[in-house]
C-alpha cells in the first residue's frame, strides 16, 4: 500500500511542471528542439517555457521570433484554448503587416491563417439533424 501511495506521488509531482532552468547554453535549435519533444509528450507548459526563452533571448532574430509566437499560438490552440490563441496568430499576423514583411518567415503567415479559419470553423454553433425516416 505504502508503494502504491508513494508511486502516486511520484506520478503526480513529474506531470507538474514548474518554472524551468534552461540554461543560457542552448542554441537556438536546441531550444526549439526541447520544446517540440515537449510539446509532443503535451507537457505544454514546459514547451511554452522553451519558445519564451527563445522570445526573450533572441528579440532581434525576426526567424526566431515568428517560429516562437507561431508554436507559442499553436500550443494554446491545442489546448482548446481558441480565444488566447486567436488573439496571437493575430498578434503574429500584424507582423505582415509591416515594410519589413518579405524578411518575414511565410510559412507562418500561412500557417496562422489556416488555424485561424478551424478556429472560427470549431466555435460555429453545431447543428444536429434529426435522422430521415423512410
Not at 540554461?23 to 522553451?50: C, F, G, T
Request: hydrophobic letters at 35%.
Amino acid at each position: 500500500m505504502t508503494a502504491l501511495v508513494l508511486g502516486a506521488v511520484f506520478l503526480v509531482s513529474a506531470c507538474q511542471s514548474g518554472p524551468l532552468e534552461i540554461s543560457p547554453d542552448l542554441s537556438p535549435a536546441e531550444l526549439i528542439q526541447r520544446a517540440q519533444e515537449a510539446s509532443d509528450k503535451n507537457r505544454y507548459n514546459m514547451a511554452l517555457q522553451y519558445y519564451q526563452a527563445i522570445l526573450d533571448r533572441y528579440a532581434g532574430n525576426f526567424d526566431l521570433i515568428c517560429t516562437a509566437e507561431y508554436e507559442i499560438a499553436f500550443i494554446h490552440y491545442k489546448q482548446k484554448k481558441y480565444e488566447t490563441a486567436r488573439q496571437e496568430f493575430n498578434n503574429l499576423l500584424e507582423r505582415y503587416n509591416t515594410p519589413d514583411e518579405e524578411l518575414l518567415p511565410q510559412q507562418f503567415k500561412k500557417l496562422a491563417r489556416i488555424v485561424l479559419e478551424q478556429i472560427t470553423e470549431k466555435e460555429k454553433p453545431r447543428r444536429f439533424f434529426p435522422k430521415k425516416t423512410s
